[in-house]
């Protein structure tokens, strides 16, 4: 039986925004708030795009504090979802697995990046209930300029 896995993209905006794009929607929201307090989600897409969300927010928020200088974070999420899914009653329980993979652009090392995304994982409120009900990786990517790499 093949897997079903469903994807979902999310990055920085002007003014501290955050696009979402699907399979099967788009939006922006300011912050990612307005996503992670909308509690009637219940299609696996948004499920996954409030993970994103969070992350985001979280993210910047950390990264404000630390003063990363953040110009933007890319967030892919995907899941693969176990056997038949109830659409009515979707919750995170029915994804065998989650993976995270958060692309920030900025010029901090890598080292000072993989203690933001700890405090990230540790704050995001949304991210210790999925690392709850299901296993999720978070994959820190680094993107170096080429001209600046030994």
């Not at 307005?34 to 299609?43: F, G, H, I, K, Y």
């Not at 996954?48 to 990363?68: E, Y």
């Not at 979707?90 to 901090?108: G, M």
Request: net charge neutral; glycine share 6%.
């Amino acid at each position: 039986m093949e897997q079903r896995v469903v994807k979902v993209l999310g990055f920085s905006a002007r003014e501290s925004q955050f696009a979402v794009k699907t399979a099967n929607f788009s939006f922006t929201v300011k912050d990612g708030k307005e996503l992670v307090r909308d509690v009637s989600a219940n299609s696996e897409e948004l499920i996954l795009a409030k993970l994103a969300g969070s992350i985001h927010a979280v993210g910047n928020l950390l990264g404000n504090t630390l003063g990363l200088d953040l110009k933007s974070i890319q967030i892919e999420v995907s899941g693969v979802l176990k056997g038949a899914v109830v659409e009515d009653a979707f919750s995170v329980e029915q994804f065998k697995k989650i993976e995270v993979i958060v692309k920030p652009s900025t010029p901090a090392s890598i080292i000072v990046l993989k203690e933001w995304i700890d405090a990230v994982k540790l704050a995001c409120p949304v991210f210790t209930i999925f690392k709850e009900k299901t296993p999720t990786i978070v994959t820190l990517v680094k993107e170096y300029d080429q001209v600046n790499v030994a």
